[in-house]
């Protein structure tokens, strides 16, 4: 509503009606981009690069985090350095990236890696030093190998710690990958929102970021969510008992 009111005391040029932006996203979905690719192209080269970048940093966070947690020497050797990657502002370390690693896939994953993989670890390590000790040694007691222990004891006192690491690890790789396209990286839903803001073309900006907002809160309430939901549905088996 508020956007629609700000149009029209606007230029179209600056800020087009939401109604233009919607007709604009439609022709998007049907109709070939510049180059011959079409908006499904984009999208799907987006989310390969955030599935493949976000993946990478949650099992190396997952891991270092597990080992700090676990071994008092780990913990001590890299405390200093987590603070040190937790603390550069993420715009920075995408400039560095590129810098480093050139407009190439490297570079973006590094960028995820070196923003997102620092969170992941503190949750992981603070999680695993929080574990019910008497648990384990419970599980010990009795004879329960590896597997059991990591399915049964681990893993369930794990998990909030991992669910609250992988939302916020999901959401930043999101925007660090669509940064890292629009900085230069060749295609990608980041590399039309710089394209079209070249050609000073708000309509089509506009629709591309409503077109990423959209997909964010697809995945964000329609697989997420749903994870979440069973993951936890224990709790309210428990809660029903109760």
């Known amino acids: 509503m508020c956007w629609w009111i700000a149009s029209l005391f606007t230029s179209p040029e600056v800020l087009p009606s939401p109604f233009r932006v919607l007709r604009v996203m439609g022709q998007i979905l049907v109709e ?9 192209f984009h999208i799907g080269i987006t989310l390969l690069r955030i599935m493949i970048a976000f993946v990478a940093a949650m099992l190396a966070g ?9 071994r008092r020497t780990v913990e001590h050797a890299l405390m200093s ?7 550069i502002p993420t715009i920075l370390m995408v400039f560095l990236a590129v810098l480093w690693f050139g407009f190439s896939e490297t570079g973006s994953l590094v960028a995820v890696m070196a923003v997102v993989a620092p969170f992941v ?11 019910d000790k008497s648990l384990m040694d419970m599980a010990k007691s009795f004879r329960a190998n590896r597997r059991m222990l990591l399915l049964k004891v681990y893993v369930p006192q794990l998990m909030p710690y991992l669910m609250s690491a992988f939302r916020y ?15 230069g990286i060749k295609f990608g839903i980041g590399y039309m929102f710089f394209f079209w803001f070249e050609n000073f073309d708000m309509e089509q900006v506009l629709a591309w970021i409503l ?10 309430y329609g697989v997420i969510a749903r994870f979440e939901r069973r993951a936890f549905a224990w709790r309210r088996s428990f809660s029903a008992a109760l």
């Open 32 to 40: 070939e981009g510049p180059e011959g690719n079409s908006a499904f």
């Open 62 to 70: 997952i891991a270092i985090g597990l080992a700090m947690g676990l």
């Open 81 to 87: 350095l987590i603070p040190l990657f937790l603390t």
């Open 121 to 131: 670890t503190v949750n992981m390590a603070e999680g695993t030093k929080a574990m």
């Open 169 to 183: 690890a999901f959401g930043m790789t999101w925007k660090i990958v669509a940064l890292a396209e629009t900085f």
């Open 211 to 220: 077109l990423f907002v959209i997909l964010m809160l697809v995945i964000e």
